[in-house]
């Protein structure tokens, strides 16, 4: 799962020397919150966000005359003086779990990605992994979502996975929420079948604890 | 009382689906029993039924999906894509009978020789897509009824309601875009049961944006939610919409003792909505309704819920008001 294989790669980048009105028409016009800034040689140099841009803007409560004057005033911003200089980026070859877990360690929403000689070749953005993880959660197949509690040791989803095999029936995906209980966990098959019941009474008869809908949980435990 | 026809031939039980399947020939005996037992079948009209023209099938689904249907069962593959979709080599002979009869109904209708009906088929069709079997459905029945509504029939709009537990994904996707065809759903919200869409943001696309809406109840739910939901979304959707002629999609799944579902939905609750139903289309389509059945699996409790039903369509069923139902539910 390779970051070249999500990334956008047509990106769409400026330049440094860029007023911030045409950057963030830019913007606006392709739909997008991250500008890449590039000099020659497609070297990045930068970032700029839709925030950032708003950030420097007048505020819209201003009164016409003062909005106006200071629209003009902002021609002269350039997007070096607002961008992000030498920003965390990503190279082509890491992966998505890495920009997955970088997201989170940086609380950013999208990554530059750059060869090894810096120079941009895609932007990788939540969208981007939202768009796979949609995927490999199974959601566009028909199917239903089962959630059973096992004890957290060796052997459990094999268990689980042989007795839906059992009846013929293939996995969309299978999630594991790690924190369910001391010693347990919740595995939640999306099984692609309309045949629920019979599923259900399947795991019963072979011993397995099915959760009630309305407590499934991924990472939050209720409160008590 | 109400000229109410009844679609229901033997042949509909020709359709085997094998052990551990749910949707079942004893599900339509179930349900002629109960209809029966409350000697009601005098009173029915009966439908003839004959195998639809493959032109209307066509209107629907894709030829080359129809020829894999028509060569699996030939061939007795016993599956059709999919575990969930079993046949047997009659299955796509009875598959066109449902359609043929349902048509067959329509023309009654329009015709003015029924008032309304019941279409007791198997096998059902609201998951089935233009290219696809899905979730034990083959051909969609209704969408191929709304279609030859317009097309034969120059109905110019049509109000599909599909109280199946499970949303009607092959519907949906079928009239996304068009909007002359209303299709309403209320459904076990899909994060909880199969198919997984339905999901109350979908709400049709390019000109048929506004004419799809979902209702979605969580698992546990019932009477309560069913009557809030059809009060806030389907009623105000249909006096906007103002059907010409009301399409049923009718599942009895989201019975509190059917097991395909986590709904809690019980029989009163089942006539309210059904109740609900014909007064709107008396309201907007001269009483022009055609119910067909989708799922319902207890076998214990659908002879009571189709007796009803069919009493209701009938008018025999004192259409209580609102406050009244609403006392007796809870």
Redesign the interface.
Known sequence: MFIDKSMTKNVVAVGPEMSIVAAREIMVKNGIRHLPVVVEDDKLVGIVTDRDIRTAMPSAVLFDAEHAAQLEQLAGVKVQDIMTSGPVTVSPTQTLEDALLMMEMHKVGAFPVVDGEGRLKGIVSVRDLMRAFVSVLGLRDPGVLIGIVVEDKLGQMKKIVDAISELGISFGSVLVARTWEEGKRAVFPYVLTNNIARVRKHLREKGFTLLDPMDWYLDQVPKK | MKRTGLLYDERFLLHKTGE???EIPERLSAIMQGIEKADLLSKLIPIPVTAAKMKWIEKVHSPKYVHRFEEACMLDLGELG???NQICPQSYDTALLAVGGILNTIDMLMEGKLDNAFCAVRPPGH?AEMMDA???CFFNNVAIAARYLQLQWNIGRIGIIDFDV?HG?GTQHIFDQDADIFYYSIHEHP???????GREFEKGSGPGLGTTLNSTV???QGDEEYMRKITLDLLPAFEQFKPEVILISAGFDAHAAD????INLSTEGFSWMMETICRMADKYADGRLISVLEGG?SLEVLPELLKNHVEILLGLKELQTESERKSHVH
């Open positions: 551990g399947h749910p999919d575990p969930d998951h899905y979730g034990f499970h994904n994060s909880f049961a199969y198919p997984g869409t969580l698992p546990g097991d395909m579902s986590d699996y």
